[in-house]
């Protein structure tokens, strides 16, 4: 960020009278712009025992399989964003409950917050987006551990399978970490205490 959207005056990176962290600020107007995280929404599609999941058609992860996901719009919220991207990136019509909310992951390192909501298929009539290769239904047994390209997309993955049997889906919290040697820790830090049946 160089110029001010407002006067086109070159911008100035300090910290504001009052505040704690540098932003970039306009001297000439006395804007001040902050920059915030970025929400990426999707949905966790549930048909039966399997879920329904996308190969990426595009970067970053190319080809490797993930959950219907990405940016929230301006004007919309975390639950039809993710409704929203389901049908963009999958084809996918699904229909949620009061309690579909299923992980939410920070990950401070890249300025992103990561919800997932648990979703029913309507119908099997979808289809691959722009953004897919391919869209399939998969068992526990089926799915490409090896191919996922998300650690927060295997998350949801692995604790909705372990969930599964005893039909109790507790929202969780994490926090995502990325080492300077390209590692990455998920550190489970929120469940709801009690899980709901389904």
């Keep these: 960020m160089k110029y001010c ?10 910290v504001p009278e009052g505040d704690d962290r540098p ?20 949905t966790l599609p549930i048909y039966g025992d399997q879920v329904l999941l996308c190969r990426r058609a595009i970067q970053p992860r190319l080809g490797k399989w993930t959950l219907p996901a990405g940016y929230m719009e301006n004007g919309e919220s975390s639950l ?43 119908d099997l009539d979808f289809t691959a987006g722009a953004e897919s290769q391919a869209v399939a239904l998969f068992s526990e047994p ?15 993955l692995k604790y909705y399978f372990q969930d599964l049997p005893v039909r109790r889906f507790p929202v969780r919290m994490f926090d995502v970490h990325h080492g300077e040697d390209h590692t990455v820790t998920t550190r489970l830090i929120s469940q709801s205490p009690i899980g709901v049946d389904q």
């Design 5 to 14: 959207h407002h006067c086109a005056a070159k911008l100035i990176l300090r």
């Design 142 to 156: 089926d799915i490409p551990w090896q191919e996922i390209a998300f650690p927060v997309v295997k998350s949801t």
């Design 23 to 42: 932003r970039y600020c306009c001297d000439a107007c006395d804007r001040i712009f902050y920059q915030n995280p970025k929400n990426v929404v999707g």
């Design 80 to 122: 039809s964003g993710a409704i929203r991207e389901t049908l963009e990136e999958a084809g996918a019509r699904v229909s949620v409950q009061d309690d579909c909310l299923y992980t939410l992951f920070n990950l401070p390192s890249i300025n992103q917050v990561y919800m997932f909501f648990r979703a029913e298929l309507v």
